[in-house]
């Protein structure tokens, strides 16, 4: 069965520290993304990766970085922690559907608390 | 900027009714249009998609139906049941290009049917 695992189901941390949040797809996608939920928000896109060392940032890139050194892993970083990044956080990798479209695979996600 | 417009918000049916969930796209450039069925502690999972040379989508009890003059899609559910009890997300993608078939997605509409 195709994977992506998030690394961490929860997480709380402290105001202003960095944070790390892992993600690996077993599926040799080429594209990678990093989402943040919000209720009443839905889903926005943070950044996007279409190849080893490749990113794009999305809608909402602001405090936030990413790591692309492997095809498998892509890597979201919070650089400062902020209370306003309490979210959570879903990793999806994606191919081609043959429908012309791209379907998503998504992980079960990592709910961020920042306080 | 929301690209996507859902509603409604949240939605309550009674099983076996027909529950309807809409959302209107101002790109005219997407020429994708998924939904994707989130379950809680679950990412979104693909649902169904269409593409604008169909007017219509059937798969089982789901339905998509897609006007694109109008630049709206919905979704409907036949005959409810408890277990379709989730969150509902459209998107919408541009499929070619360098938009590596990247998601914007709708708020999210949270359904509920009662049994």
Same mark, same amino acid.
């Given at each position: 069965?195709?994977?992506?695992?998030?690394s961490s189901?929860?997480?709380?941390?402290?105001?202003?520290e $960095?944070?790390? +949040?892992?993600c690996? !797809?077993?599926?040799?996608h080429?594209?990678?993304?990093?989402?943040?939920?919000d209720p009443?928000?839905g889903?926005r +896109?943070?950044?996007f990766?279409y190849d080893?060392?490749?990113?794009e940032?999305?809608? *909402? %890139?602001e405090g936030y970085?990413?790591s692309?050194? $492997?095809?498998?892993?892509?890597?979201?970083?919070l650089?400062?922690?902020s #209370?306003?990044? #309490?979210?959570?956080?879903? @990793?999806a990798?994606s191919s %081609? &559907?043959?429908?012309?479209?791209?379907?998503y #695979?998504?992980g079960?996600?990592?709910? +961020?608390?920042?306080? | !900027?929301q690209q996507?417009?859902?509603? %409604?918000?949240? +939605?309550?049916?009674?099983k076996?009714?027909?529950s309807?969930i809409n @959302?209107a796209?101002?790109?005219? /450039?997407?020429?994708?249009?998924?939904?994707?069925?989130?379950? %809680?502690?679950k990412?979104p999972?693909?649902l169904?998609?269409?593409?604008?040379?169909?007017?219509e989508?059937?798969e089982g009890?789901?339905?998509?139906?897609f006007? $694109?003059?109008?630049?709206q899609?919905?979704l409907h559910i036949?005959?409810?049941q408890?277990g379709d009890?989730? &969150?509902?997300f @459209?998107a /919408?993608?541009? /499929?070619?290009?360098?938009?590596y078939?990247?998601? &914007?997605?709708g !708020?999210?509409t *949270?359904? #509920?049917?009662?049994p």
């Amino acid at each position: 069965d195709v994977k992506v695992t998030q690394s961490s189901r929860y997480l709380v941390k402290r105001t202003g520290e $960095k944070v790390f +949040l892992e993600c690996v !797809q077993d599926m040799d996608h080429e594209n990678m993304f990093w989402y943040r939920q919000d209720p009443g928000l839905g889903l926005r +896109l943070i950044y996007f990766s279409y190849d080893v060392k490749m990113k794009e940032k999305g809608d *909402i %890139p602001e405090g936030y970085s990413v790591s692309r050194e $492997k095809k498998e892993r892509f890597s979201l970083i919070l650089e400062s922690a902020s #209370t306003n990044q #309490t979210s959570m956080y879903l @990793c999806a990798s994606s191919s %081609p &559907t043959g429908t012309g479209g791209w379907g998503y #695979t998504f992980g079960s996600g990592t709910r +961020l608390t920042v306080v | !900027q929301q690209q996507v417009k859902q509603s %409604p918000q949240s +939605l309550i049916v009674q099983k076996g009714g027909i529950s309807i969930i809409n @959302c209107a796209y101002e790109n005219t /450039a997407f020429d994708y249009f998924p939904w994707y069925q989130q379950f %809680p502690g679950k990412g979104p999972a693909l649902l169904i998609a269409i593409r604008p040379d169909v007017s219509e989508k059937k798969e089982g009890r789901f339905t998509i139906s897609f006007n $694109k003059s109008a630049k709206q899609f919905s979704l409907h559910i036949m005959d409810s049941q408890p277990g379709d009890s989730a &969150t509902y997300f @459209c998107a /919408a993608s541009m /499929a070619g290009g360098t938009s590596y078939g990247k998601l &914007t997605f709708g !708020q999210g509409t *949270i359904l #509920t049917v009662h049994p």
